[in-house]
Antibody, heavy 120, light 107 residues
Framework: EVQLVQSGAEVREPGESLKISCKSS????????IGWVRQMPGKDLEWMGI????????RYSPSFQGQVTISVDKSISTAYLQWGSLKASDTAIYYC?????????????WGQGTLVTVSS | DVQMTQSPSSVSASVGDRVTITCQAS??????LAWYQQKPGKAPKLLIY???NLQSGVPSRFSGSGSGTDFTLTISSLQPEDFATYYC?????????FGGGTKVEIK
């Protein structure tokens, strides 16, 4: 069974950098878009962006463009989400997601979520 | 951006009830719509993809319909494990967008 396993919870201060990860346990990692979804405390889901492991192509939501960087290392079936300078408003749960095998940009696999807390 | 508007924002229902949730897109999205279920403290789970296709392993009491701008998720007979928040998501164009969620609560 394919799973997405995310890195553990993080606590950082404002202005610090951070990189969280999402590792796929299955094969064919390079064939499906991998994305990131934010959920702020008690709030709704927000799509941040996606990366295609085959060629590292990325697409970002305008709301997150320039605020985060999405990358991938297909040799270890791992995608990343990183911040150069965190803000308190980045406090949220971040989910990685996998494109549906049918080719739709719906997400059939979700990681367990990584809680990022930014506080001084 | 395509805005996705769900209604109602919350609904109170009893076990065995038929529950219908709607999602309206601000522009036509063909059939590129999915529905997810999220329980507290858990990651969302895909229920329906491409508007009406039941994801593998999802009970048949869940069904989806619609195309263009108006979509519906129906739970034919609500079960105790169905109390959760439901989200729609469009995949017609970037940026991909989610609806605001519908919380299904116990009456």
């Amino acid at each position: 069974e394919v799973q997405l396993v995310q890195s553990g919870a993080e606590v950082r201060e404002p202005g610090e950098s951070l990189k969280i990860s999402c590792k796929s346990s299955g094969d064919r990692f390079s064939n499906y878009w991998i994305g990131w979804v934010r959920q702020m405390p008690g709030k709704d889901l927000e799509w941040m962006g996606i990366v295609f492991p085959g060629d590292s192509a990325t697409r970002y939501s305008p709301s997150f463009q320039g605020q985060v960087t999405i990358s991938v290392d297909k040799s270890i079936s791992t995608a990343y989400l990183q911040w150069g300078s965190l803000k308190a408003s980045d406090t949220a749960i971040y989910y990685c997601v996998r494109q549906h095998p049918g080719g739709y940009l719906h997400f059939d696999l979700w990681g367990q979520g990584t809680l990022v807390t930014v506080s001084s | 951006d395509v805005q996705m508007t769900q209604s109602p924002s919350s609904v109170s229902a009893s076990v065995g009830d038929r529950v219908t949730i709607t999602c309206q897109a601000s522009q036509g999205i063909d059939s590129w719509l999915a529905w997810y279920q999220q329980k507290p403290g858990k990651a969302p789970k895909l229920l329906i993809y491409a508007a009406s296709n039941l994801q593998s392993g999802v009970p048949s009491r869940f069904s989806g319909s619609g195309s263009g701008t108006d979509f519906t998720l129906t739970i034919s007979s609500l079960q105790p494990e169905d109390f959760a928040t439901y989200y729609c998501q469009q995949a017609d164009s970037f940026p991909l967008t989610f609806g605001g969620g519908t919380k299904v609560e116990i009456k």
